[in-house]
């Protein structure tokens, strides 16, 4: 669910450039459509595109920070969990040894 949760965040920081890229020159006539089509993007568009990949490495690295730390935080819970158990069983034991040690 994460998985496709990034990818659509991706895609619409990749269409919001793209948008923010129309603003910024006239669309080509049929006339030099072939040579703009073959034109490297603009330096503020490459600037751009820079930061905002730089931001969505920075933000995978936040969010495999924050899955790790949550895969453990979950197995030391269930370490937990399991000697919560044994204590439980031990305590079981115990009672089940000495009469009248379970009631007041």
Same mark, same amino acid.
């Given at each position: 669910?994460?998985?496709?949760?990034?990818?659509?965040?991706?895609?619409?920081?990749?269409?919001?450039?793209?948008?923010?890229?129309?603003?910024?020159?006239?669309?080509?006539?049929?006339?030099?459509?072939?040579?703009? *089509?073959?034109?490297?993007?603009?330096?503020?568009?490459? &600037? #751009?595109?820079?930061?905002?990949?730089? @931001?969505? /490495? +920075?933000?995978?690295?936040?969010?495999?920070?924050?899955? *790790?730390?949550?895969?453990?935080?979950?197995?030391?819970? &269930? #370490?937990?969990?399991?000697?919560?158990? @044994?204590? /439980? +069983?031990?305590?079981?034991?115990?009672?089940?040894?000495?009469?009248?040690?379970?009631?007041?």
């Amino acid at each position: 669910m994460r998985g496709w949760q990034w990818a659509g965040w991706v895609c619409l920081q990749w269409s919001s450039l793209a948008w923010a890229g129309h603003g910024q020159q006239p669309l080509p006539s049929a006339n030099n459509h072939a040579a703009a *089509s073959t034109q490297a993007p603009s330096a503020k568009v490459e &600037r #751009q595109l820079s930061k905002r990949e730089a @931001e969505v /490495r +920075r933000l995978r690295k936040t969010v495999d920070k924050q899955e *790790s730390d949550s895969r453990k935080a979950s197995e030391r819970l &269930r #370490q937990q969990d399991r000697a919560i158990i @044994e204590l /439980r +069983r031990q305590l079981q034991a115990i009672q089940a040894t000495k009469p009248g040690a379970g009631s007041p």
